[in-house]
């Protein structure tokens, strides 16, 4: 089972980038994917790793962090095994390498989510 997070870069303040999430292996072969939550969370230099936005396994119930909430996006189309997180009007402070997550159901805490990617660097130039 992998999760494997790419998309970020470096981008100057009130840009956007698209990160994306991609499921494999036999746990998320066929349809079982969209049994999957999948979590977005990050994690500053210095700083405790934070929950940024969270989908359920169809895609229907979404839920994001105040610190978020109205410039990013989190999506999934469950026949590309991918979860996306479209960020918008980035600001410095959203400096940080970025984790997706998943579990059987949604959840915000981190310590509940069964598998993670290897996370994407996500640089905001001021």
């Known amino acids: 089972v992998q999760l494997q997070a790419f998309g970020g870069g470096l981008v100057q303040a009130g840009g956007s980038l698209r990160l994306s999430c991609a499921a494999s292996?036999?746990?998320?072969?066929?349809?079982?994917?969209?049994?999957?939550?999948v979590g977005w969370f990050r994690q500053a230099p210095g700083k405790e790793r934070e929950w940024v936005a969270a989908?359920?396994?169809?895609?229907?119930?979404?839920y994001y962090a105040d610190s978020v909430k109205g410039r990013f996006t989190i999506s999934r189309d469950n026949a590309k095994n991918t979860v996306y997180l479209q960020m918008s009007s980035l600001k410095p402070e959203d400096t940080a390498i970025y984790y997706c997550?998943?579990?059987?159901?949604?959840?915000?805490?981190?310590?509940?989510?069964?598998?993670w990617g290897q996370g994407t660097l996500v640089t905001v130039s001021s």
């Open positions: 997550a998943a579990r059987g159901s949604i959840t915000v805490v981190s310590a509940k989510y069964d598998y």
């Open positions: 989908i359920n396994g169809r895609g229907i119930n979404t």
């Open positions: 292996g036999r746990a998320f072969s066929g349809h079982t994917f969209s049994s999957y939550a």
